[in-house]
DNA sequence: GTCTATACAACGATAGAC
DNA sequence: GTCTATCGTTGTATAGAC
């Protein structure tokens, strides 16, 4: 009998688990979610899902098809300090939304104000894996909350910019919309908050 | 030939009249809605819009069902002045969203996000009524930039601590909400923008 | 009998045609 | 510079609901 080795093809192992994944991320949470139980809801070995994902922490990027890794591009951003940080942090922001697709944006949005679920699922996200490493950066009281406050205007934006288009800030130039922005997410940052 | 008076019961005029203008309005904006052609299009007189509606503004009000009336709460926090006025938007917006049924806004939003009908609708409406007079009350220079900025913070303040709900930002006291974003709005209104 | 939905007609304003 | 079409709006009358 053939219980190990590579399955026959047409199996569709990987979007099992991811989909397995995401329902239990959005429900249980990052802490509460256990790779055995991922495997065994999508029926394969716990093994096989490191293989495809490397780390639980892969397997959350993943399932959240995030546009972009911020394990990958959040580092870079962060090393030179808290100094001109919020204005690198727009930029960034601003250049991920100008450049290409913006669909996965738009659905991780329509998700989020859709189910509860998938809302649980970006919030688990965003701040593990976004509001988390800012957070780690700032210097000053209540990180936490400043980076939450950060990701309000940031969230904001994108909003305003993208999906309603408010104009004039629909069309600003973006180095005009980083000189009005930046300062704001500067203050949230390092500044006071009274 | 009874041409006029009152029809048999069960006619729905008025919402036949709404439906034409949530159409007319996404597809060609508030200049390029006309109220004779929402009466055509609902098939009534164009009296009976006025009728029921008021004015075309008032129409406008209540197609869009949204759960505040710009026209009615605006002038009373405008009227002070701009000092103060990033404190009064901020912590009036948070009353709104606090108090009550938060689904009109989950629905404006979810709206906007999937339709770009409704994402024009919904664009023309704050465009309009909110930051028109907004704006007008801005005394420095790119007073629409301005307002639009404004927005950009309070849209994206309801989305991170009512949507996603990111923590602590979600379970925040509202004065400390209205501590730490009121000197953003303020610097959106009166400020630098450089 | 009163209230309300509905239609017709017309007024003042405005913008485009010619 | 008229003329005309169209707009938002209002006044008034009527027919059906309650």
């Known amino acids: 009998m053939a219980r190990t080795g590579r399955r026959p093809a047409g199996s569709s192992s990987r979007e099992a688990i991811l989909s397995a994944a995401r329902q239990a991320l959005g429900r249980y949470g990052y802490d509460g979610t256990t790779v055995r139980g991922i495997a065994a809801d999508a029926g394969v070995d716990p093994a096989l899902v490191h293989h495809f994902f490397g780390t639980k922490q892969g397997l959350f990027v993943a399932a959240m098809d995030f546009p972009v890794d911020p394990s990958t591009v959040l580092p870079a951003l962060l090393a030179p300090g808290v100094e001109g940080l919020g204005e ?17 944006f738009l659905a991780l949005i329509r998700g989020a104000v859709s189910h509860e679920e998938s809302a649980a699922l970006l919030r688990e996200f965003v701040t593990r894996e976004v509001l988390g490493r800012v957070a780690a950066a700032v210097n000053e009281s209540q990180p936490q909350l400043r980076a939450t406050l950060v990701g309000s205007q940031l969230v904001g934006l994108a909003m305003a910019r993208y999906v309603i288009k408010l104009e004039p800030l629909a069309s600003a130039d973006p180095e005009t919309v980083v000189a009005a922005v930046a300062p704001t997410v500067q203050r949230y940052l390092a500044g006071s908050l009274a």
Not at 89 to 102: I, Q
């Open 88 to 104: 690198r942090l727009v930029r960034f922001f601003l250049s991920v939304w100008e450049a290409g697709d913006r669909s996965p």
